[in-house]
Nanobody
Framework: QVQLTESGGSSVEVGKSLRLSCTAS????????MAWFRQTPGKEREGLGT????????YIEDFVKGRFTISLDAAKKTIYLQINNLKPEDTATYYC??????????????????WGQGTQVTVSS
């Protein structure tokens, strides 16, 4: 079992930056693929990117590339989502997810059975 705890969400103005954190506990070493998703009521859930915890190799979807970055602090068992130049359309609940099992790479299409509680980001103009 892997437990995920997100933090860092806030209400901010357009153009500001935020760093979301997700700390794994329980059996964090088993979480070899982690990812960030976001959800806005009435819209489809969006996958933002993945990170392979074994190497720190990260992938970011094109529609947020250049503004969003995923990184890993293995010692702290924490991944981060850095969001720069926030826009109103970034308003959403952001979720950290994890998957276990033997893998060499990650993708947003994988099954992620472990989810955090979500952290709210609200961007106002």
């Amino acid at each position: 079992q892997v437990q995920l705890t997100e933090s860092g969400g806030s209400s901010v103005e357009v153009g500001k930056s935020l760093r979301l954190s997700c700390t794994a506990s329980g059996r964090p070493s088993a979480a070899n693929c982690m990812a960030w998703f976001r959800q806005t009521p009435g819209k489809e859930r969006e996958g933002l990117g993945t990170i392979y915890t074994g190497s720190g190799a990260a992938y970011i979807e094109d529609f947020v590339k250049g503004r969003f970055t995923i990184s890993l602090d293995a010692a702290k068992k924490t991944i981060y989502l850095q969001i720069n130049n926030l826009k109103p359309e970034d308003t959403a609940t952001y979720y950290c997810v994890a998957s276990t099992g033997v893998r060499r790479s990650c993708s947003l299409d994988m099954r992620y059975p472990y989810w955090g509680q979500g952290t709210q980001v609200t961007v106002s103009s």
